[in-house]
């Protein structure tokens, strides 16, 4: 349940879609890549992913470690079923 607290937070999923292709973008690029994100609500995320051992500052931009690629890879089903799915139309 932790996990699905930490994941369930604005912006969390986002940050390591984010950084799901080994690129290790500085602060700024990340924000932007997020696009609306506000630098307090990011650096919130990025302390807690980081606390979670998923995420981490390495030189001057962020990184997933191995956690986070691991999740990365258990989440990748998941969207592949997303890319399929589509919501009953309300009536």
Request: charged share 25%; glycine share 10%.
């Amino acid at each position: 349940m932790a996990l699905l607290d930490l994941l369930g937070r604005r912006w969390a999923l986002r940050v390591l879609w984010e950084l799901r292709d080994g690129s290790s973008p500085t602060f700024r690029q990340l924000q932007q890549r997020c696009g609306g994100v506000s630098s307090s609500v990011l650096a919130d995320r990025l302390r807690e992913l980081g606390q979670a051992d998923l995420v981490e500052h390495a030189g001057e931009g962020y990184l997933l470690t191995e956690q986070g690629r691991t999740l990365q890879e258990s989440l990748a089903p998941l969207d592949a079923w997303a890319s399929g799915w589509r919501p009953k139309a309300a009536d």
